[in-house]
């Protein structure tokens, strides 16, 4: 690449017009008839959203709700725990998967991490388990499926139900299994830079469960299955008619768009491979869907601050790992309980990736990777 063209790269983290501008009449069609037909919230788009998306996943039912947060609270109501149970949650994730253990009247134990692929360590989780464990909670962070042979065998010794939260891994595989296929129920969150992402917020539950999926259309919905027949409280957690419309053009790209995360995930690997950073580590056996592309370094800050000097955005995920966190201040966690994540919240830094990136802008990364650590 010449000095030219490196000057005048810039690459965002994420790219939403790219994406919008290759799908733009479609997207317009389908938001044209959803208001033709006044199907604003629920309706017709929701329920044949709600089918393709049980078809992607193969799972029995899929209930669209209004965010990944709210998919999380209705799946872990549903299960109708006694206030004050415990759910094992990894210490590296969203809040969202913390705070919905809590608004279900549960208490989050947060469970370190596995040093190299950054899931659920499920040695640590025994340490964790009380009489009051009811759950466990694995993230499927970045894109990459937790180990869910070993999370089921470990669910099964501790009589624990199992919820994955999928938000960021539509799609991901381990060893044969889909997200979904042995828990009680997955979560996914539409957020717009999400794998697949509607142009709002946006999410939806998957569980081959009858009366889980019945429950839970039950909660999203005031506690109504039909109108006005409320036979329990709940929420107004419903998915809007627009963003389902939306969800299924942009379902019909997932898997190219995939290919095309991981086709750029192997782009970094050979370009990074040299400088001897921690990559992340992935086997033949899974099916990562590269949500992100996380690597760590030592001076994150610095060399991140360079690298946006060069025009790269990156991201930190998650700057401040979940125990240590303001909102969790009552629990009075100490780094030596988690030194997994401890450390690594000053070492994690997210690569520029989406599926619109190109070749040239990854090698620009990379290059600018390579000077902002040798100057
Ligand atoms: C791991 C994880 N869980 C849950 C959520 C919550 O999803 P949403 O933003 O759709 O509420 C997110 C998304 O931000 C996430 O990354």
New binding site residues.
């Given amino acids: 690449m010449n000095q030219a063209t490196a000057a005048s790269l810039r690459v965002p983290f994420v790219d939403l017009h790219a994406q919008h501008l290759s799908i733009q009449d479609e997207i317009r069609e389908a938001i044209d008839a959803v208001l033709a037909d006044s199907a604003f919230i629920g309706g017709h788009y929701v329920s044949r959203f709600e089918e393709q998306f049980a078809a992607f996943t193969g799972a029995r039912h899929v209930m669209g709700v209004s965010?990944?947060?709210?998919?999380?609270i209705l799946s872990l109501m549903s299960l109708e725990f006694k206030r004050g149970f415990e759910a094992i949650v990894p210490a590296n994730?969203?809040i969202?998967?913390s705070e919905?253990v809590t608004h279900a009247g549960g208490t989050p134990l947060f469970c370190d991490v596995d040093p190299d692929n950054y899931l659920l360590d499920l040695d640590y989780a025994a340490q964790l388990v009380t009489s009051r464990t009811r759950v466990i909670l694995p993230?499927h962070?970045y894109g990459q499926m937790a180990d869910m042979h070993q999370v089921r065998l470990f669910a099964d010794k501790y009589d624990l139900v199992v919820i994955e939260?999928a938000?960021?891994a539509h799609g991901a595989r381990y060893q044969g299994i889909g997200v979904g296929e042995l828990s009680a129920a997955a979560?996914y969150?539409?957020?717009p830079a999400?794998n697949l992402g509607a142009y709002g917020?946006?999410?939806a539950i998957s569980t081959n469960d009858d009366a889980l999926a019945e429950k839970i259309r039950r909660l999203r919905n005031h506690g109504a299955i039909q109108k006005y027949n409320h036979e329990v409280e709940g929420f107004n957690s419903r998915m809007d008619g627009i963003q389902a419309a939306i969800l299924s053009v942009k379902l019909g790209y997932l898997a190219t768009w995939t290919r095309q995360r991981q086709a750029a995930a192997a782009t970094y690997h050979q370009s990074l491979e040299k400088m001897d950073l921690p990559l992340p580590h992935t086997t033949e056996l899974e099916r990562h869907v590269y949500h992100l592309y996380v690597i760590r370094i030592n001076n994150r800050d610095t060399v991140r601050r360079k690298l946006s000097e060069a025009g790269i955005s990156t991201g930190i995920h998650y700057p401040v790992a979940l125990p240590f966190l303001e909102a969790y201040r009552r629990q009075g966690n100490q780094p030596e309980a988690f030194p997994v994540v401890y450390r690594q919240m000053t070492e994690l830094l997210s690569l520029p990736l989406y599926p619109e990136i190109q070749r040239d802008q990854i090698e620009y990364v990379a290059a600018s990777l390579a000077k902002a650590l040798n100057p």
């Fill in positions: 965010s990944g947060t709210d998919a999380l994730s969203f969202a998967t919905a993230v962070l939260d938000a960021q979560t969150s539409f957020f999400k917020d946006g999410g």
